[in-house]
């Protein structure tokens, strides 16, 4: 069965702050890892897509790295904001019709 | 952006009542999917349709309907409502960019089963 595992499962940081999540999977074929965030009561909004081959991606303060070879990803949010807390949330697309499955999220709590 | 609205965004209902979500886009995307979230789950797959005639299951689409009315519409129904179907309900898009499908999520339903 495809799984995505997310670690921590929330964290608190203060503002200015760097952090990293992980994200380990179990999923074949592999097509994308994607992360997404996702503010309370909204719905995901996407920050980055890597292919097999890529092995990091950056969006802003954002950057996802991914080991095609181990299966693990992470996600490094540098100089956090306010506005970074949120749910993280990884996902990873499988075959060649894309279908995704998601990780249950790290919930991230940026204190000023 | 893709715009997915959904409606209601708030329902509540009782146990044994049918009830359908409604989701609509604008942007002309063939897949449409909808997705149920509960805390601490994260979100998982329902039912999802690449076209207005291919309409697959999803991991969790016992209890579950849907009808593809039309490219831009994709209705989900709940035949006879349970209380753990108590959630929030996504529908989402995507559309073809490159080597991946970007999807877009519309604003979500809160569904409360009581």
């Known amino acids: 069965k495809n799984q995505v595992e997310q670690s921590p499962q929330s964290l608190i940081i203060l503002e200015g702050k760097n952090c990293t999540l992980q994200c380990n999977y179990t999923v074949s074929p592999f097509s994308n890892l994607r992360w997404y965030k996702q503010d309370t009561g909204r719905g995901p909004v996407s920050l980055t897509i890597?292919?097999?081959?890529?092995n990091t991606k950056s969006n802003g303060r954002y950057t996802a790295t991914l080991d095609a070879d181990t299966k693990q990803s992470s996600l490094h949010i540098t100089a956090s904001q306010l506005s970074d807390s949120a749910s993280y949330i990884c996902v990873v697309e499988s075959g060649g019709s894309y279908i995704p499955t998601f990780g249950r999220g790290t919930s991230l709590i940026v204190h000023p | 952006d893709a715009d997915v609205t959904q409606t209601p965004r708030n329902r509540i209902t009782k146990t044994g009542k049918r009830i359908m979500l409604e989701c609509s886009q604008t942007k002309g995307h063939d897949r449409m999917y909808w997705y149920r979230q509960d805390p601490g789950l994260g979100l998982r797959l329902i039912y999802y349709?690449?076209?207005?005639?291919?309409?697959n299951k999803g991991e969790i689409s016992d209890g579950y309907s849907v009808s593809r009315q039309a490219q831009a519409k994709f209705s989900l129904s709940l035949e006879s409502a349970i209380p753990n179907q108590t959630a929030l309900y996504f529908c989402a898009t995507s559309e073809r960019q490159g080597a991946h499908y970007e999807q877009y999520f519309g604003p979500g339903t809160r569904l409360t089963v009581t």
């Open positions: 349709s690449f076209d207005v005639k291919d309409i």
């Open positions: 890597m292919t097999f081959s890529e």
